[in-house]
């Protein structure tokens, strides 16, 4: 919801520049994923407490498939790097290019929530529900966070795709591409965290 | 709709006399002036509601074996004061100052966002009708303010209570996150030309500093509510203990936000006494770095404290131990700043006026509050202390003795500037010694009943125990206090309405808000001012002529002569804020047909405010550039 920060060119503000080289949008963005750093922090926390309560359900070592996450976070990780050729196209003002790197985007970001929902629905058919045990909830909770995450930003490049072709759009296209540039990349770090202490020390310990 | 549809025009010329006529205008409000009234108003309700509940406890406590309510109702009672006063009252009392005065002290125009700005106050209302809704759907919360698991469990609390406390909490703390974002990018990037952050105010500072807290102490919150939530309507296992849960995951996410913010709520109102300390002494503030210095090293050591309110639970003398340190090592910034505001005033031409009268009142009351702290932070004394009256003792003089007296001495020197009129001394008088003596009284015993064993949250107690005498004191302190806050009331009102017509700069004080016209116009400044050292408005009296210069080059380029480019009102906010306060029933009652509609909604809204371009509007200045102490008709 925060996002809205990233609407607002400011008005009121437009004679000050007190806080060199960073605009408004992209400061307040900032600040807000430290706000979101601490949401993920939590949700972490909260799973390393409890992943070793199984309750005699499905244990984290078990039901784990790296193969199958492998192919998701690949898909995501790809799309870091099609979000940037995006955000470098439009700096430079190639606007069908940068539409077209966003689509990639999206794309990348569709095989990932596909993935994730494959996933879930496996691990639900094997026993591990939401309410089976801590480990289950703490689970769900944390990649479930992490995926609405990954869809709100699939909505918000999809709805950026959509204004880029209104005529005030240029003006304003590399702050708007830029922090929601900033948001896909701090998604996909939360990714990488998330992977290894939920996936990799899942299998390891 | 109108305002809406209106968004996608170019930018039209208004005068600034159109602004804030009719209903229609408080709901598309985005001038953080207005805002800040709305806080106050709204603030100031559930402050005197959550009064009014304190006063039904004191009456059921006045006797032993009391029947004026039952143990069911004295639970909602006591979590609900709590919750009122901390989340509905104390902190949005704070944030209508940040909105008040922070952009006037600071030279700018209006915050960051002034959108997100509204859509803060909507969800904080949003989130405050909705607890507050609990006592007429099926009883409020009644778990205490923090809460603890498992008692919060639908196992051992089927009703809706603890339902509404979780969903009215997350509602009201997504507004609160987004004005710490908003006040830390306003604060660092709109600041007029020469403003440095060491020639800030240290109110400004404060507000920097608590916004940081709210910024990193909030997540916690919300996700424990959000633990909470799936606990109780997906059947999770995070808090109950039969499937290996973990109770005390709550406690330590609740106090990881608990504890800063404490903080949160006592940080503006240090930043509040040392504005009026050096107005009134007539002398810069003493140390003015060495605050700026304590104000953050406070903010830092406020996340480094949380396991001191859980010493009983049995974490080990080791973590204890750590905790009672970085919790006694709090009071040295703090004690810095009480001799830095009492250097200030030594040597000072100290004038007497209300607000000066609740600042002195403060630094004794604040220093009790503090004392009693330290003892608390001593992890083997605390095992006696715990969970007993003298707890309620503490912090009742740090949050009223501190915060809400700051509160007071902040409503009495920024009224003429908010409100154009001037307080009334005399019964402002009444107010204070009813205020300070009926605190006194009702909270001093209270160490005692601590001492000799009384706990804290019992509905009733048995005769002979040694409670009756000093209940009995404490309720009539209430009393009085009630009767020194309902003329507090009185006066606010009355002065609003007739109060003496106030000066641009009644107070002959230092800072910038003083230097433009009381009220304030729409647009605040009329020109950009050039600050040109610490206490700007204070520099120019003693070097320039006691009116701000205008920054060079610092009008809008394309607005056209004349006129201020600001940002246009829109309702946007206030209609996101009630599909989310329409989210919040759908969740209560479990209906997922009324959560996709009111979240459709919602999607609308968010989508329209980040996706409609905000032209602004010209808005016509009132007078000269140059005259804007004249227009009041300051000097």
């Avoid at chain 1, 990954?150 to 880029?164: E, N, P, Q, R």
Wanted: with cysteine.
């Amino acid at each position: 919801m925060a996002q809205a920060i990233e609407a607002e060119g400011g008005a009121a503000s437009k004679a000050h520049a007190a806080f060199p080289g960073v605009d408004n949008a992209t400061l307040g963005f900032w600040i807000f994923l430290s706000a979101e750093s601490i949401l993920f922090a939590s949700l972490i926390g909260t799973y390393i407490l409890l992943h070793t309560q199984t309750n005699g359900g499905p244990a984290p070592r078990t039901i784990f498939d790296l193969r199958l996450t492998f192919v998701g976070t690949i898909a995501l990780l790809l799309s870091s790097l099609t979000m940037v050729l995006a955000y470098y196209q439009v700096v430079r003002g190639r606007l069908s290019a940068m539409r077209g790197w966003l689509v990639v985007t999206i794309a990348l970001g569709l095989v990932f929530l596909l993935e994730t929902a494959y996933e879930f629905a496996g691990f639900w058919a094997k026993g591990l529900t939401l309410q089976v045990s801590p480990f289950g909830s703490a689970f769900y909770t944390l990649v479930g966070f992490h995926a609405m995450h990954v869809t709100f930003g699939v909505f918000w490049i999809s709805s950026l795709l959509a204004y880029s072709f209104k005529p005030q759009f240029p003006e304003e296209s590399v702050t708007k591409v830029g922090v929601m540039g900033l948001y896909w990349h701090f998604v996909d770090v939360v990714w990488v965290v998330i992977f290894s202490v939920v996936y990799l020390l899942g299998k390891a310990v | 709709m109108a305002a809406i549809s209106r968004a996608l025009n170019a930018p039209t010329v208004v005068e600034p006399t159109e602004a804030g006529r009719g209903l229609w205008s408080w709901i598309s409000v985005v001038d953080h002036k207005r805002i800040a009234h709305l806080y106050f108003m709204a603030s100031g309700l559930f402050f005197l509601m959550a009064g009014i509940e304190a006063l039904l406890m004191r009456v059921q406590l006045f006797a032993p074996n009391g029947h004026f309510v039952s143990a069911e109702l004295f639970n909602q009672l006591f979590t609900m004061h709590g919750t009122t006063m901390i989340f509905l009252a104390v902190m949005p009392l704070f944030i209508g100052f940040f909105n008040a005065v922070v952009p006037l002290m600071i030279g700018a125009r209006d915050v960051a966002y002034p959108r997100l700005n509204a859509l803060s106050f909507w969800l904080f209302l949003a989130g405050a009708l909705f607890l507050n809704s609990s006592w007429f759907l099926g009883g409020a919360p009644d778990a205490g303010w923090f809460n603890y698991a498992p008692i919060n469990t639908s196992t051992y609390n089927p009703g809706p209570g603890i339902d509404f406390y979780a969903i009215g909490l997350q509602i009201a703390g997504i507004g609160t996150l987004m004005t710490g974002v908003n006040f830390l990018v306003t604060i660092l990037n709109l600041r007029a030309p020469g403003m440095s952050l060491m020639r800030m105010p240290l109110f400004v500072w404060t507000v920097l500093v608590t916004s940081v807290l709210i910024i990193l102490a909030f997540p916690p919150l919300t996700v424990n509510l959000f633990l909470l939530m799936f606990d109780r309507i997906l059947g999770t296992q995070f808090f109950a203990t039969a499937a290996g849960g973990q109770p005390l995951l709550w406690s330590n996410l609740f106090w990881v936000f608990g504890h800063p913010e404490v903080y949160i709520l006592i940080l503006p109102t240090f930043g509040i006494v040392s504005e009026v300390v050096a107005t009134f002494s007539r002398k810069p503030l003493f140390g003015y770095s060495t605050m700026v210095l304590a104000t953050v090293a406070i903010g830092f050591l406020s996340f480094m404290v949380w396991v001191h309110h859980m010493f009983t639970l049995g974490f080990g003398p080791w973590v204890n131990s750590i905790f009672a340190l970085t919790s006694m090592i709090i009071a040295v910034p703090t004690g810095v700043k009480i001799f830095n505001w009492l250097a200030t005033m030594w040597g000072g031409h100290v004038r007497f006026a209300m607000p000066m009268w609740w600042v002195v009142a403060f630094i004794l009351t604040f220093t009790v509050g503090g004392m009693s702290g330290v003892m608390l932070a001593m992890a083997p004394a605390d095992l006696q202390f715990n969970n007993s009256y003298f707890v309620v003792a503490h912090f009742h003089y740090v949050m009223i003795g501190g915060s809400l007296f700051g509160i007071i001495a902040g409503l009495y020197y920024w009224f003429p500037k908010i409100c154009g009129r001037l307080m009334s001394e005399r019964l402002g008088k009444w107010s204070f010694w009813f205020t300070v003596v009926g605190f006194n009284v009702t909270f001093f015993p209270m160490h005692f009943l601590g001492l000799i064993g009384m706990p804290r949250r019992i509905y009733t107690y048995a005769p002979g125990l040694g409670f009756t005498t000093w209940n009995e004191v404490s309720t009539v302190g209430a009393f009085i206090l009630g009767v020194g806050v309902l003329l507090l009331a009185i006066n606010v009102v009355v002065s609003a309405v007739a109060g003496r017509v106030a000066s641009a700069d009644p107070w002959d004080a230092r800072t910038l808000e003083w230097a433009i016209p009381s009220p304030v116009p729409p647009y605040n400044f009329a020109d950009i001012p050039l600050v040109r050292g610490r206490d700007a408005l204070w520099v120019e009296k003693t070097h320039g002529d006691g009116r701000m210069l205008p920054a060079p080059a610092a009008h809008d380029g394309h607005a056209p002569p004349g006129t201020v480019h600001m940002p246009r009102p829109t309702a946007l906010p206030a209609l996101l804020a009630a599909s989310v306060l329409a989210l919040g029933y759908a969740m209560l009652y479990r209906s997922v047909w009324a959560a996709v509609a009111a979240g459709a909604v919602a999607v609308y809204a968010i989508h329209r405010s980040m996706f409609t371009p905000d032209p602004g509007e010209f808005m016509r200045v009132l007078s000269e550039p140059g005259e804007l102490a004249a227009q009041g008709g300051a000097h």
